[in-house]
C-alpha cells in the first residue's frame, strides 16, 4: 500500500508563557479549517490531499514548533504527465504536484500575514476551548497527575494550573494580535523545513535518481534537496488566494 505526505513544520517561541492568549492554537485554526476558502478546501478541491492537519507542538522547555501535516493522494504525490516509447515498451514522465501543495501552502500563510485579524477569530477559539475543557473525557490518573506535575513549571499563576494549558482568553487589548503577528514571523520557507513522505521508488518516479543517505539509528533512507530559485520567486512575492 502506497503512503504519501508532506509535513511542513516552523520554529515558535517557546509557548507556556504565551498561555493566555496562545498564538499558536489560532494560527492551526485558520491553517488546519476545512470550510470554503479554507486550504484544506482548496487542495481537497484539486484532488491532491485526503485530509490536513496543523496544530503546536511544545517540544521541551524553551522552543516549540507548529506543525502542517498533509496526507496526499497519487495525484498530489506526482500526476503521469506524458506517456511515451522506449523501444517496445511505453514510459511515463510524471510532474511532482507535490511542490503544488506546498507552494499553496506557503501562498495561504501569505495570506494569513497580510490579512487583518479580527477579535471575533480569537472568540471563536476560545468558546471551542471553554468547551472542550468543560467536557473533557476522564482520563487515567496517572497520566493526568504526570501532566499536571509538568505544568507546575510553566510560568502561569497557581491556581490556574488545571486550566491555563487549556483555556483560551479573548483579547483584551493589543498584546494577542501581536502574539499572533509575531508567530507568523517565524513561519517563512528559510525558517521552516519540508519533509515529502513516500517510498524510495516513487521519491525516483517523479524526480529520478537521488543521492539517498542512510539515517544512524535506524537505517532509514533520506534525501536532502534544496528548494530551486523559480519554486522560490513563487513563494516570497505578496499573494492573492483565488
Not at 506517456?83 to 514510459?91: C, L
Not at 490518573?141 to 488545571?162: D, F, G, H, N, Q
Not at 479573548?170 to 501581536?178: A, H, P, R, S
Request: with cysteine; glycine share 6%.
Amino acid at each position: 500500500m502506497s503512503f504519501h505526505a508532506v509535513e511542513l513544520s516552523f520554529p515558535l517561541a517557546w509557548q507556556p508563557p504565551l498561555w493566555k492568549y496562545k498564538p499558536a492554537y489560532l494560527l492551526s485554526h485558520f491553517l488546519g479549517h476545512e470550510g470554503p476558502g479554507s486550504l484544506h478546501s482548496y487542495l481537497k478541491g484539486k484532488g491532491w490531499i485526503t485530509s490536513l492537519n496543523a496544530a503546536p507542538q511544545t517540544l521541551g522547555r524553551s522552543f516549540a514548533m507548529i506543525k502542517i501535516t498533509i496526507l496526499l493522494t497519487s495525484e498530489g504525490f506526482g500526476m503521469p504527465l506524458s506517456v511515451f516509447a522506449t523501444g517496445n515498451r511505453h514510459s511515463q514522465r510524471f510532474v511532482d504536484d507535490h511542490r503544488s501543495v506546498v507552494l499553496a501552502a506557503f501562498k495561504y500563510i501569505s495570506l494569513l500575514r497580510s490579512s487583518e485579524l479580527a477579535p471575533w477569530h480569537q472568540s471563536e477559539v476560545a468558546t471551542i476551548s471553554r468547551t472542550q475543557f468543560e467536557f473533557a473525557e476522564k482520563r487515567a490518573a496517572e497520566t493526568y497527575a504526570v501532566s499536571i506535575a509538568e505544568r507546575m513549571s510553566w510560568p502561569i499563576p497557581t491556581e490556574k494550573a488545571l486550566s491555563a494549558p487549556v483555556l483560551i482568553s479573548e483579547w483584551e487589548d493589543e498584546t494577542g494580535l501581536q502574539e499572533v503577528r509575531d508567530a507568523l514571523k517565524n513561519i517563512q520557507i528559510d525558517t521552516g523545513r519540508v519533509v515529502l513522505m513516500a517510498k524510495r521508488e516513487e521519491h525516483e518516479r517523479v524526480s529520478g535518481e537521488l543521492p539517498w543517505r542512510s539515517e544512524k539509528w535506524y537505517g532509514t533512507g533520506y534525501t536532502v534537496e534544496r528548494w530551486d530559485s523559480d519554486f522560490l520567486a513563487q513563494v516570497c512575492p505578496p499573494v492573492f488566494w483565488e
